[in-house]
């Protein structure tokens, strides 16, 4: 991990504007996808993150609340390489399974939470995926401290012996719910610090980080929170960011993700999160809501409108114009 002055050095800087940012060759705004369902095979969220525009795409390689697994076949990881070549979604991203707990106090949870963390990561190997995201866990029965002990414990034994490569496991920032740990980035730079023969880094969620106590509805609450992340585990740590506005009250611990700009976040908070060129690196990805047809390709508009470097009315405008021309 960098030091925080090194850190400081490297992202502290001014802001790009867009052109600047692309007369030097860099992104001007990040790749956007959302959390798309593995329904039918695995290859079919890449084809649904195809169809709606998306560039990158988050999902689930099993049953997110079942401990066992069905291995994966050859023939479904050809699949699913074969697709991601002919629709270019990248980065892939992998969510792990809610009942892995990492942090655990109790023994028997804990290797049960290794063992299927393990095969996260295999699974995520097999598929050739760039990221595991991870949520440290919750200590409950034993203080925080311990449970960030326990959780790089965890992570390191579930990696022992593994080649990861590329390969990069996210720890993501939660709300802080019951006795969740890592809703603190102090908690996710303690647990980075413990593991340095692992290759992780961070996934920043929006509504956790709000309901946490981060008030990103403010320009100067959301500097101040990017700074401390920066500060703690370095802005190019965080490889993704969950998109999600917050259905839950600002500090209120709970962790409800909403549609953007229909939440206590905002439409205006949300659009500066997301044209911040300290974090256009990062694969943006929704969570919102899946409760109606069409959900996903709204909040994605919403989010390219975000991003897009000229205002959303103009881009309509001339989409409107090229139309009828
Ligand atoms: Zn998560
Ligand atoms: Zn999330």
New binding site residues.
């Given amino acids: 991990m960098k030091s925080p002055a090194a850190v400081k050095e490297s992202s502290g800087k001014a802001k790009k504007t867009p052109a600047k940012a692309r007369a030097e060759g860099k992104a001007a705004r990040p790749r956007v996808g959302f959390h798309a369902p593995i329904a039918g095979g695995l290859q079919n969220a890449l084809l649904k993150a195809q169809s709606l525009g998306a560039e990158t795409v988050q999902i689930f390689s099993r049953n997110p609340r079942g401990w066992k697994a069905r291995p994966l076949e050859d023939e479904e990881v050809e699949n699913f390489k074969r697709t991601r070549q002919e629709t270019g979604v990248t980065p892939v991203v992998i ?1 792990a399974n809610y009942l892995i707990n990492l942090a655990a106090a109790d023994e028997g949870v804990r290797e049960k939470s290794v063992a299927s963390f393990r095969e996260e990561v295999e699974r995520g190997l097999q598929l050739g995926a760039d990221y595991l ?1 991870v ?1 440290p866990g919750s200590a409950r029965g034993a203080c925080e401290a311990d449970g960030l002990r326990t959780c790089a414990e965890s992570l390191k034994a579930a990696c022992e012996g593994l080649g990861l490569g590329a390969f990069r496991i996210l720890l ?1 920032n939660t709300a802080g719910q019951g006795e969740c740990i890592g809703h603190r980035f102090e908690h996710l730079r303690e647990i980075v610090a413990e593991c340095p023969g692992l290759r992780l880094g961070v ?1 920043l ?1 929006t ?2 980080a709000f309901t946490a106590g981060y008030d990103i509805r403010s320009e100067d609450g959301f500097a101040a929170a990017l700074d401390s992340l920066d500060r703690n585990v370095g802005l190019a740590e965080v490889r993704a960011v ?1 998109f ?1 506005d917050s259905k839950a009250e600002y500090n209120s611990h709970v962790d409800r ?1 909403w549609h953007l700009g229909l939440g206590h976040i905002g439409a205006e908070a949300l659009r500066r999160v997301a044209r911040d060129s300290r974090l256009s690196h990062a694969a943006f ?1 929704l ?1 919102t809501p899946q409760d109606e047809l069409g959900d996903d390709a709204r909040n994605l508009a919403v989010l390219r409108s975000f991003v897009e470097p000229e205002p959303l009315a103009a881009v309509n405008r001339r989409r409107k114009g090229e139309t009828k021309g």
């Fill in positions: 969510h995201v949520h993501e996934c969620d509504a956790h969950h999600n993700h990805l969570e």
